[in-house]
């Protein structure tokens, strides 16, 4: 059996950094953990092909010479999902659609011939006899059983990736997370209760990914890696120890609740263990809006001093925010940008509210009757709700904030408040590969001879050399960051706000003499 699996193609994207790629040398951020840790549970006789749509072009010879197509991707990639699909179909060549979009959205994929949903672990024969064509395998599957343990999950297959072409690798520990936040999905895809791996199933993936030759970043994927405290003290001292035997080939990051700042002995063992950034959902400086989200645990400490603590503990923090809650007023723009100014964090992402298919939000809005359609991942057009501020004004405001944060000057100013406060120890433990010079080089001559905000280059790098000279990689690789960022703000995102408001304001065209008394076009919502 010949299977192909397929990464579908992501927009330009915040996080994507389409922009920076080219000065790094590589064609994307990150690896499709999931396709390959699913073929790692295919059987071994089998042919698998991986084509990741961010690296390479997908031909249709490719298509012709499987005799399945595997296509698994998030919401965003639903669009590049359904091309695949499609494409696949015409050739006639049998697909399974799968991940959280197909779990999300089943019926979005009427070109697949099966759809999965939920997770692999524990379910292999089913996508062994989906592939096979087997006429007893119903067209939707569905999991009938409770959640697999992480114990079920094999090591990925890393060395179907092509792993030079991307910024970092990825692994995962842990599933699922303990709090409730009312926008999240994480819940509602992998439950409250944390499921982990075991400390030598980890390290078996770090030395499967060690022994490709890979040396570098790794991120650790899970939604929150604090979710299960005690699994993870049992974690990192290993982590640890095995960094040092093999002369710590890997810097990681993650993701995790801000919590994590009230436990400085679990900050240090992540430090040690290699783990120099995290993101936080920070989200919002109205303890209303957090109250409303169900984000208790952002109400139980000062979020600013607890962003402090992680920065001089030695961890930067990349930051969530999201604005348009039922409880934010016109005054939450401006609060937002006084917040993020106040805060050590060069990667403040924001967002609009979205209600997500499944979460609670999702639930309670349906049931006000305030549901517009589906989410399609778009941040930059109006929410698919109803909301309480009402759209002109929450896109108006959006554009604004995002223009104030992404201004060349807000962002180099929050890199240089990070730099005053995290240790100079924070950067011994920065991987430097060959291929840093290359990019080194470029980042000089684009950035620092080119770019008419050059000035701001040398001025970082300056503040980086005084601090530390390893901080000089770290500047760099955030001026390069800061590249996209500035320009997906200016060349994307701003005027895609403004065609929408201008849509927004357009009166909508009036019909006469066309249909019958009743049977004209409604406006749009």
Same mark, same amino acid.
């Given at each position: 059996?010949?299977?192909?699996?397929?990464?579908?193609?992501?927009?330009?994207?915040?996080?994507?950094?389409?922009?920076?790629?080219?000065?790094?040398?590589?064609?994307?951020?990150?690896?499709?953990?999931?396709?390959?840790?699913?073929?790692?549970?295919?059987?071994?006789?089998?042919?698998?092909?991986?084509?990741?749509?961010?690296?390479?072009?997908?031909?249709?010879?490719?298509?012709?010479? =499987?005799?399945?197509?595997?296509?698994?991707?998030?919401?965003?990639?639903?669009?590049?999902?359904?091309?695949?699909?499609?494409?696949?179909?015409?050739?006639?060549?049998?697909?399974?659609?799968?991940?959280?979009?197909?779990?999300?959205?089943?019926?979005?994929?009427?070109?697949?011939?099966?759809?999965?949903?939920?997770?692999?672990?524990?379910?292999?024969?089913?996508?062994?006899?989906? =592939?096979? &064509?087997?006429?007893?395998?119903?067209?939707?599957?569905?999991?009938?059983?409770?959640?697999?343990?992480?114990?079920?999950?094999?090591?990925?297959?890393?060395?179907?990736?092509?792993?030079?072409?991307?910024?970092?690798?990825?692994?995962?520990?842990?599933?699922?997370?303990?709090?409730?936040?009312?926008?999240?999905?994480?819940?509602?895809?992998?439950?409250?209760?944390?499921?982990?791996?075991?400390?030598?199933?980890?390290?078996?993936?770090?030395?499967?990914?060690?022994?490709?030759?890979?040396?570098?970043?790794?991120?650790?994927?899970?939604?929150?890696?604090?979710?299960?405290?005690?699994?993870?003290?049992?974690?990192?001292?290993?982590?640890?120890?095995?960094?040092?035997?093999?002369?710590?080939?890997?810097?990681?990051?993650?993701?995790?609740?801000?919590?994590?700042?009230?436990?400085?002995?679990?900050?240090?063992?992540?430090?040690?263990?290699?783990?120099?950034?995290?993101?936080?959902?920070?989200?919002?400086?109205?303890?209303?809006?957090?109250?409303?989200? &169900?984000?208790?645990?952002?109400?139980?400490?000062?979020?600013?001093?607890?962003?402090?603590?992680?920065?001089?503990?030695?961890?930067?923090?990349?930051?969530?925010?999201?604005?348009?809650?039922?409880?934010?007023?016109?005054?939450?723009?401006?609060?937002?940008?006084?917040?993020?100014?106040?805060?050590?964090?060069?990667?403040?992402?924001?967002?609009?509210?979205?209600?997500?298919?499944?979460?609670?939000?999702?639930?309670?809005?349906?049931?006000?009757?305030?549901?517009?359609?589906?989410?399609?991942?778009?941040?930059?057009?109006?929410?698919?709700?109803?909301?309480?501020?009402?759209?002109?004004?929450?896109?108006?405001?959006?554009?604004?904030?995002?223009?104030?944060?992404?201004?060349?000057?807000?962002?180099?100013?929050?890199?240089? =408040?990070?730099?005053?406060?995290?240790?100079?120890?924070?950067?011994?433990?920065?991987?430097?590969?060959?291929?840093?010079?290359?990019?080194?080089?470029?980042?000089?001559?684009?950035?620092?001879?080119?770019? =008419?905000?050059?000035?701001?280059?040398?001025?970082?790098? &300056?503040?980086?050399?005084?601090?530390?000279?390893?901080?000089?990689?770290?500047?760099?690789?955030?001026?390069?960051?800061?590249?996209?960022?500035?320009?997906?703000?200016?060349?994307?995102?701003?005027?895609?706000?403004?065609?929408?408001?201008?849509?927004?304001?357009?009166?909508?065209?009036?019909?006469?003499?066309?249909?019958?008394?009743?049977?004209?076009?409604?406006?749009?919502?």
């Amino acid at each position: 059996m010949r299977a192909l699996l397929v990464n579908p193609l992501f927009p330009t994207t915040y996080w994507g950094f389409q922009h920076a790629l080219p000065l790094a040398g590589v064609r994307s951020s990150l690896p499709p953990l999931g396709l390959i840790t699913v073929a790692a549970l295919l059987p071994r006789e089998w042919q698998i092909r991986l084509v990741d749509l961010n690296i390479e072009p997908l031909s249709d010879a490719e298509i012709l010479r =499987a005799d399945v197509v595997l296509v698994g991707g998030m919401l965003v990639q639903m669009p590049s999902m359904q091309d695949v699909l499609s494409r696949t179909r015409a050739l006639e060549r049998r697909t399974i659609a799968g991940g959280p979009a197909a779990t999300a959205l089943p019926d979005r994929f009427a070109d697949a011939d099966h759809v999965f949903l939920g997770e692999a672990e524990g379910r292999v024969g089913e996508i062994v006899r989906a =592939a096979r &064509g087997d006429p007893r395998v119903p067209r939707l599957l569905r999991p009938t059983g409770g959640s697999p343990q992480m114990s079920e999950s094999p090591v990925p297959r890393f060395d179907l990736l092509d792993r030079d072409r991307y910024i970092s690798m990825a692994v995962q520990y842990s599933r699922g997370c303990p709090y409730a936040c009312e926008f999240c999905d994480v819940v509602e895809l992998f439950g409250r209760i944390p499921r982990v791996k075991e400390p030598e199933r980890v390290l078996a993936e770090l030395e499967a990914l060690r022994a490709t030759g890979y040396r570098g970043s790794v991120f650790f994927v899970d939604d929150n890696f604090i979710g299960n405290k005690r699994g993870v003290r049992e974690l990192l001292p290993p982590i640890t120890e095995w960094q040092e035997v093999h002369g710590r080939p890997f810097e990681f990051y993650t993701e995790a609740s801000v919590n994590l700042a009230s436990d400085p002995p679990l900050v240090r063992a992540m430090v040690e263990a290699g783990f120099s950034s995290v993101f936080v959902g920070i989200e919002s400086p109205s303890e209303d809006a957090l109250r409303d989200a &169900g984000k208790k645990q952002n109400l139980r400490m000062d979020v600013g001093e607890a962003i402090d603590s992680l920065t001089r503990s030695g961890l930067e923090v990349m930051g969530g925010f999201i604005v348009g809650f039922d409880a934010d007023g016109p005054g939450i723009f401006e609060a937002q940008q006084e917040f993020i100014a106040s805060l050590p964090v060069p990667l403040a992402m924001v967002g609009l509210l979205t209600a997500l298919p499944g979460t609670a939000l999702w639930r309670r809005l349906e049931s006000e009757g305030r549901l517009r359609d589906l989410s399609s991942g778009d941040q930059f057009s109006r929410p698919n709700f109803e909301t309480r501020m009402g759209d002109a004004r929450l896109l108006a405001g959006y554009r604004d904030l995002l223009a104030s944060i992404y201004s060349p000057e807000a962002y180099r100013r929050r890199c240089e =408040a990070y730099l005053d406060r995290i240790p100079r120890r924070g950067f011994a433990s920065r991987i430097l590969r060959a291929r840093d010079l290359v990019t080194f080089l470029r980042a000089v001559v684009y950035l620092g001879l080119w770019r =008419a905000r050059r000035g701001d280059f040398w001025r970082l790098l &300056g503040r980086a050399l005084i601090r530390a000279p390893r901080a000089i990689s770290w500047a760099v690789a955030h001026a390069i960051m800061g590249e996209h960022l500035i320009r997906y703000t200016r060349e994307e995102v701003l005027p895609k706000i403004g065609r929408e408001l201008a849509r927004m304001r357009r009166p909508a065209p009036v019909k006469t003499g066309l249909l019958p008394q009743g049977c004209g076009s409604r406006r749009s919502p």
